[in-house]
């Protein structure tokens, strides 16, 4: 059941993303991603799971994580002059997986 309800909010995601990128305010589309869907289950989890000291933890590396989105963010802005949408978004995933990797290891580091 806990994961048909997980599944039923992504898919509402995925329609509210469809239903606003139709609007006039077709922009707000990319900010749904951002609703902290997962990060509220993810931290319920750990939270009951594990303690605070670990959410805590998990909270900073959330912080630390925004950095790859920001970096495919900004590749893809400066891709989809370049290329065609595919090929643009899929060059700014890549990116991404190299800075979020890049940051899991620096993390790992410290």
Do not use: C
């Not at 469809?18 to 939270?47: C, D, E, K, Q």
């Not at 900004?74 to 997986?97: C, E, H, I, K, N």
């Amino acid at each position: 059941m806990n994961l048909l309800i997980k599944a039923l909010i992504g898919a509402l995601m995925v329609l509210l993303i469809g239903v606003l990128s139709r609007t006039r305010n077709y922009y707000i589309a990319g900010l749904l991603p951002l609703f902290p869907t997962f990060a509220l289950m993810a931290h319920y989890i750990v939270g009951s799971e594990r303690g605070t000291h670990d959410l805590k933890t998990t909270i900073l590396f959330g912080m630390w994580a925004v950095v790859p989105y920001l970096a495919y963010l900004a590749s893809l802005y400066g891709l989809v002059d370049r290329f065609r949408l595919v090929p643009a978004l899929l060059m700014a995933l890549l990116v991404w997986t190299l800075t979020a990797a890049g940051a899991v290891w620096l993390w790992q580091r410290q």
